[in-house]
């Protein structure tokens, strides 16, 4: 079993930035994929990013340049650094995990998933 716990979400203004963290306990092989997603009032959750231990990153195309996702092996942490954030990306954002597949998996296929943490930016 695996447990992925959030953190570094808050209140921010256009253009600033922050960078989430979300700490996956349990066994490293089910945390081959991670990835973020971010679920915005009134709307469906959508994919943010994903990572592999095999280095293959996915990006959602609308924080490409502006999103950098990346992991730390040793802590078997998923780090997001978002920068120059507009008042579309406040969201609840969300980690998730998932074995080994060979190609990038879709949001259904993530297995394990953390409670979120909250993105406010303000204009």
């Known amino acids: 079993q695996v447990q992925l716990v959030e953190s570094g979400g808050g209140s921010v203004q256009a253009g600033g930035s922050l960078t989430l963290s979300c700490a996956a306990s349990?066994?490293?092989?089910?945390?081959?994929?991670m990835g973020w997603f971010r679920q915005a009032p009134g709307k469906e959750r959508e994919g943010v990013a994903s990572n592999s231990r095999a280095g293959t990153t996915t990006y959602l195309d609308s924080v490409k340049g502006r999103f950098s996702v990346s992991r730390d092996d040793a802590k078997n942490t998923l780090l997001l650094q978002m920068n120059t954030l507009n008042v579309e990306d406040t969201a609840i954002y969300y980690c998730?995990?998932?074995?080994?597949?060979?190609?990038?998996?879709?949001?259904?296929?993530?297995?394990?998933w953390g409670q979120g943490t909250q993105v406010t930016v303000s204009s």
């Open positions: 349990g066994s490293t092989s089910s945390t081959f994929w």
């Open positions: 998730a995990a998932r074995e080994f597949i060979y190609r990038p998996p879709s949001e259904g296929e993530f297995h394990y």
